[in-house]
């Protein structure tokens, strides 16, 4: 007699996709276990942004509205407008219909980890994977022992063990290599900011440092951002690496001279690759899934994360779910609501991401300018996810709820 698998999904990586992934399967009343190689609460490099399609999934899927997100103390700061610069040239600064809110990873993640727990997952923190068997669907753990599941779902970020353990056939590296991104980030005191503001800048930057402000053409194929926290001021820039290889380091200092924030330039950055259009089109393989940074999930153009890590979380848990009570296929169902619900609207922001560092390498500022005020709305209400990058129309399919 074949033995019974361990679980009916093991989860790797405990950050906002592995732990959506382990709370709905949950929810839908499998067994999970959850493995993250770290305890929390634990640091997270990351600006923290969430868009209003962040809030409305936080809202739909657990049940937390904007005035529960502020009880729980997962909101840091709200910005209520925003600036946008190409060079030290102000391209539009107007009002948000919507805020954006901010919040801090450790506080963030950890909530995530406690609610799937509180749905039946198991949590085990401080277990690092060193092997998996995708074909037997075996997961063996730096404690020596092994898990058996009818899936595995590869949450474990941009690093991701599980990706790297694919082959290539699966993944194909040339792509994922062309349009991986690198940012360097520095997270500053509000209080020391407000008292070495320079009054040099070039950009001046908000008074009492409330106004997030994005600015193209510090780096190439990038953009470098000012994000307002409650304590602390988040500066840094983010590329494609191989647009910029190794010329990011002074393009931070030169950055932080047009800001104003110069007399920080000597304080040593935080660095770390992220997803900037390599999102793997068919991430799934045998009994394996890849959600999140782990299958290069985020947006083309701003580099936001933690939306694509949440949805893409929530179409494998359905997945798997379809897998496990009616027997159909793990891979061809995860890639079919994938196409359905996500890629379509990736490859159109990375047409527009193309279009927009196109112009500014061949310094075609007056038609992108133009074209930036003419479709302000829009764009932000795609960024927001009211609208679709797809000729800017609304489309239902993409943040609601799959059956």
């Not at 009916?8 to 592995?18: F, L, S």
């Not at 391209?91 to 901010?102: R, S």
């Amino acid at each position: 007699m074949e033995s019974r698998p361990d679980y009916d999904a093991v989860v790797i990586g405990g950050g906002p996709a592995g732990s959506t992934a382990a709370y709905l399967l949950g929810r839908f009343g499998h067994r999970v276990a959850l493995f993250e190689r770290q305890r929390y609460p634990r640091d997270k490099l990351c600006a923290g942004c969430l868009s209003q399609k962040s809030v409305r999934f936080l809202e739909r899927v657990y049940s937390l509205p904007v005035p529960a997100l502020r009880k729980e103390g997962l909101l840091d700061f709200t910005g209520t407008d925003y600036a946008l610069y190409i060079g030290s040239n102000r391209v539009l600064a107007e009002d948000l219909a919507e805020p954006f809110h901010f919040t801090r990873r450790e506080r963030y993640d950890t909530y995530l980890a406690h609610k799937a727990a509180e749905a039946g997952a198991e949590i085990h923190e401080g277990v690092d994977v060193t092997a998996i068997d995708h074909v037997n669907r075996i997961v063996t753990t730096s404690d020596g022992e092994q898990y058996t599941a009818r899936a595995i779902i590869g949450a474990d970020g941009i690093h991701s063990r599980v990706r790297r353990s694919l082959p290539d056939s699966a993944i194909d590296p040339e792509r994922w290599n062309k349009n991986l991104g690198w940012a360097l980030e520095l997270a500053i005191p509000r209080e020391e900011a407000e008292v070495r503001m320079s009054e040099e800048a070039t950009i001046r930057l908000s008074d009492g440092l409330t106004t997030p402000c994005l600015v193209l053409d510090v780096c190439r194929w990038g953009y470098g951002w000012v994000f307002p926290n409650r304590e602390e001021i988040i500066v840094g820039i983010g590329g494609l690496i191989e647009k910029n290889r190794r010329g990011l380091p002074d393009r931070l200092r030169e950055f932080l001279k047009v800001v104003g924030l110069s007399a920080f330039e000597e304080r040593k950055p935080a660095g770390w690759p992220l997803p900037f259009g390599n999102y793997i089109t068919s991430p799934a393989y045998e009994g394996t899934l890849l959600v999140g940074d782990a299958g290069g999930f985020a947006s083309p153009i701003l580099g936001e994360g933690i939306f694509y890590a949440h949805r893409t979380a929530e179409l494998a848990a359905h997945a798997v779910d379809r897998h496990i009570t009616t027997g159909a296929p793990l891979a061809g169902t995860y890639t079919s609501l994938l196409n359905r619900r996500l890629i379509p609207e990736l490859q159109a922001e990375m047409r527009l991401r193309d279009f927009i560092y196109r112009c500014l390498d061949a310094r075609m500022y007056i038609p992108l300018v133009a074209l930036m005020r003419t479709t302000r709305r829009r764009v932000i209400d795609a960024v927001q996810g009211s609208r679709s990058f797809r000729r800017f129309r609304h489309d239902e399919d993409l943040h609601t709820a799959v059956w």
